[in-house]
């Protein structure tokens, strides 16, 4: 299991290199010249100039991209072009915020989605799974953006419950954080937990139907049992991959529940760039979001190896 | 026929197809259901509540949000379709090629869509919009390129997967040439996973293009599509909710439709999951 493991992580290499590549290629396919498209058409051709020297435009594509490599991979991405700070570091501060809006999401959509799977599932064809059903799908349907909107409209407008702006870093006072997490963190955990709920209501149904569970049932088990001891381990096998594979909705779905609530993120970050033109900035973090989602899906696929003897022998 | 029937007798898939209808209906004659002009200002009617006058009220430029919401059905619906028709057929084409001719072509073509789908959807997405530029076919190209990979996939999976039939090599045995099986026996049995596949994602790019322009990377306003209503909408949540709150129930209903017919046509055309 430990080679398996092993020639998994070797897989990471490329995927990375190709990652990077990509990144890069990001700031390469701006159509025109990046150093007018940055500084204005009626820049001063020094100062262009200047520009594409610092950029390293004057050099072949290739020689341009290794340069960048090396840098990156000492964890030097360059500098932003407005605020003259490096921009690793400005999205390394920001990280801890839209990590914890997905974590914080993930598990309010783990909550919800496995509940109302199982009662969907036990219950099925019933009135309660006809309600489960078409909520899940309202849920998923759902643009998690305006969700936010309708909960600032509920709880942060009408009740009051929720700030509606302001922040307090987490590692300044963690509980007092918290408060601005709740709202973008069920906005965002809602509409996944619809897409949990259908998932989990799926696979615990073709578990149910499995001979070991007919077995289980004839030996007199409680229906109970069955399905929390029997059937349900195996059932939740495929959430571990699909919960993975969420995380990277997750991200691109909080920058965009970042700009709602107007929390200090990576989404937040990328979206100023982005209006700025700021592109160094716009690169490094795709880059680091991209790498902590393959980073991510990497432990999935090796949670699932310990989880399932299945993959862990083949 | 038998599946068009099995298909009308769910009351889902029949409650889908109406509110996509609703949708396409809105867009396509937008100017004949609209009661003012979508970019008019006026500003002694802003910030109008909904009323007879301006059934989802106006915004605060005095405009009136039924008629833009209207007009934004066409953008968002022509965005979205347009993406996923290019990514499926490019896609489509290129799984086919892989899945066919094997070897090489096959390893390299999957590994760059194992790279396009390291990155996080949405993200990739404003990535490559932001650095065309904003604007409709900025957005199209993006959604294309996000969407690609993921039917790529998902055709040359189906090929291989029929392939192994005993129908496919009982043709090839009777000496029909690789274009007649690709093209008479291997071709109709994917086409079912791939429809069902693409009204996943074509709702998936609906909502995918009002995030974009909600985030000021889609069409530039004064015109109109819904993520950028209800990004104007957004300074006004307190005062004027129903600029925000109108345009994404279009989104929702809309999405909803396309999920409700997708889940019918996967009953329908694969009598498995039933």
Redesign the interface.
């Given at each position: 299991m430990l080679t398996v493991a092993l020639r998994r992580l070797l897989t990471l290499v490329?995927?990375l290199l190709?990652?990077s590549?990509?990144?890069f290629l990001?700031?390469a396919?701006?159509?025109g010249d990046p150093a007018v498209m940055m500084l204005g058409a009626d820049a001063p051709p020094p100062a262009l100039e200047a520009l594409r020297e610092r950029l390293g435009l004057d050099r072949p594509f290739l020689e341009r991209f290794l340069v960048w490599l090396g840098n990156a991979a000492r964890g030097d991405l360059g500098a932003s072009l407005y605020q003259h700070r490096p921009v690793a570091q400005m999205v390394l501060e920001r990280l801890p915020v839209t990590l914890m809006i997905c974590l914080l999401a993930t598990l309010i959509s783990l909550a919800i989605g496995l509940v109302a799977g199982i009662v969907s599932a036990v219950r099925r064809n019933k009135p309660i799974d006809h309600v489960v059903r078409i909520v899940s799908?309202?849920g998923?349907?759902?643009?998690d953006?305006?969700l936010g909107?309708?909960l600032?409209?509920l709880f942060s407008?009408h009740w009051q419950v929720f700030p509606l702006t302001g922040f307090v870093p987490l590692s300044q006072d963690f509980l007092g954080s918290l408060r601005f997490f709740v709202l973008p963190s069920f906005a965002l955990g809602l509409t996944l937990a619809g897409f949990l709920t259908r998932l989990t209501r799926a696979s615990l149904l073709e578990v149910l139907s499995a001979d070991y569970v007919r077995t289980a049932r004839s030996k007199g088990l409680r229906e109970r049992v069955v399905v929390l001891r029997h059937a349900l381990g195996t059932a939740l096998l495929p959430l571990v991959t699909v919960v993975g594979l969420n995380f990277?909705?997750l991200?691109?779905?909080a920058?965009?529940v970042e700009?709602?609530f107007s929390l200090p993120g990576v989404g937040r970050l990328?979206?100023l760039a982005?209006?700025q033109r700021d592109?160094p900035v716009?690169?490094a973090a795709?880059l680091y979001?991209?790498v902590i989602?393959?980073v991510i899906?990497l432990l999935t696929d090796l949670s699932y190896m310990v989880l399932d003897p299945r993959v862990r022998y083949a | 026929m038998e599946r068009l029937k099995r298909f009308a007798q769910n009351p889902l898939s029949i409650a889908g197809a109406v509110l996509l209808l609703v949708a396409v209906g809105a867009a396509v004659f937008a100017p004949l259901l609209a009661t003012h002009e979508p970019m008019r200002m006026a500003i002694s009617e802003r910030l109008r509540p909904p009323s007879a006058e301006h059934l989802f009220g106006t915004d605060v430029y005095g405009r009136d949000i039924f008629t833009r919401v209207l007009y934004g059905a066409r953008i968002s619906l022509r965005v979205a379709a347009l993406a996923t028709l290019l990514a499926l057929t490019c896609g489509t084409l290129i799984g086919l090629i892989a899945g066919f001719v094997g070897g090489t072509v096959d390893t390299l073509l999957m590994r760059a869509t194992d790279v396009a789908l390291a990155f996080p959807g949405l993200l990739l997405a404003i990535g490559i919009s932001a650095a065309l530029g904003t604007g409709e076919t900025s957005i199209v190209l993006a959604l294309w390129f996000v969407y690609l990979p993921r039917f790529a996939r998902l055709a040359r999976a189906a090929v291989m997967q029929v392939r192994q039939n005993d129908f496919v090599d009982a043709a090839r045995a009777l000496g029909a040439k690789p274009t007649r099986v690709a093209a008479r026996h291997v071709g109709p049995s994917i086409v079912s996973p791939l429809v069902v596949q693409a009204s996943v994602y074509f709702s998936e790019m609906i909502l995918a293009e009002s995030a974009l322009s909600f985030l000021g990377l889609g069409t530039p306003p004064p015109a109109p599509t819904w993520g950028n209503i209800l990004s104007e909408g957004r300074d006004f949540m307190r005062p004027a909710p129903w600029i925000s709150v109108f345009p994404g129930l279009f989104i929702l209903l809309t999405v909803l439709g396309v999920n409700l017919l997708g889940d019918g046509l996967r009953d329908t055309l694969d009598p498995r999951k039933g």
């Open positions: 490329p995927v190709a990652i590549f990509v990144s990001l700031l396919i701006i159509p799908l309202i998923l349907s759902m643009p953006f305006w909107l309708l600032i409209l407008i990277g909705r991200l691109g779905g920058v965009v700009s709602v990328i979206v982005i209006s592109f716009v690169q795709v979001v991209a989602y393959t899906n | -």
